[in-house]
């Protein structure tokens, strides 16, 4: 069940008004701020409020052969994280080699369930979305360029 198209303008607007860029997408939203694109999906719940679902690319990508490490890593960086988590989506390529590797995207993901849209709901959903970014960004940031950086 997705949200109703005021309720997703409802939250737009809310994160515009906030000094975000927010861009409409078919089934979501793009928040943009600095560097970072966010996207934003929201559904409603059938107990109400609505959830709110973020998704962070943050270009990476994993070939099947590098799991082993990447899982455990990922699985070690994610015990820090409060805000959202990492986690591997594969990419589909686009002409199908039988005898190539996998490959995955390292995606940041985040949900957060809103009671209503009100104003310290909003409010909620604007800091979460911060925190979300800055975390996984600083958290990925951290382990590459650290001593023991992650290898892919």
């Known amino acids: 069940m997705t949200a109703s198209q005021s309720e997703l303008q409802r939250i737009m607007t809310a994160l515009q008004e906030s000094g975000l860029t927010v861009e409409a997408v078919e089934d979501g939203a793009l928040i943009q701020d600095g560097e970072t694109r966010v996207a934003l999906f929201a559904e409603s719940d059938h107990q109400g409020g609505v959830i ?20 455990m890593g990922m699985n070690l960086m994610n015990q820090g994280l409060d805000y959202g988590a990492l986690n591997l989506d594969p990419v589909e390529p686009d002409e199908p080699d039988e005898d190539a590797p996998l490959t995955f995207a390292v995606l940041g993901r985040s949900v957060l369930w809103l009671p209503d849209l009100g104003v310290a709901e909003l409010d909620r959903l604007r800091e979460h979305l911060r925190r979300f970014e800055a975390e996984v960004t600083e958290s990925v940031e951290r382990t590459l360029h650290g001593s023991r950086g992650m290898s892919a």
Do not use: A, N, W
């Open 52 to 71: 709110v679902r973020l998704h962070l690319d943050l270009d990476l990508y994993v070939e099947e052969d590098s799991l082993p490490d990447i899982l």
